[in-house]
């Protein structure tokens, strides 16, 4: 076949990944945001490349905040129900 090396290895002996660069993803995303028009702008574009740790951290965040105004909620149903 031609271009292939005669006696090199072929077939899995060989591994190719491809890993992009976090410029290359940054730029690629800014592109997109604005040819679309994304509704999320920028904090899409900064939760793209916002790393897991802190992704995780800020799930925890708006857990506890759904978890505190639900209980404020409930206080002020109790409250209604006792006043009414």
Do not use: H
């Not at 995303?29 to 995780?56: E, F, H, Q």
Request: hydrophobic share 55%.
């Amino acid at each position: 076949m031609p271009g292939m090396p005669t006696g090199g290895r072929t077939g899995s002996a060989y591994e190719i990944r491809f890993v992009p660069a976090r410029w290359l993803v940054l730029l690629l995303g800014i592109a997109g945001t604005l040819l679309t028009g994304g509704k999320l702008g920028l904090a899409g574009l900064a939760w793209s490349v916002t790393p897991k740790p802190v992704k995780v951290a800020a799930a925890g965040l708006v857990v506890t905040w759904m978890i505190v105004v639900a209980g404020a909620l409930a206080a002020l149903t109790l409250l209604f129900l006792r006043i009414g």
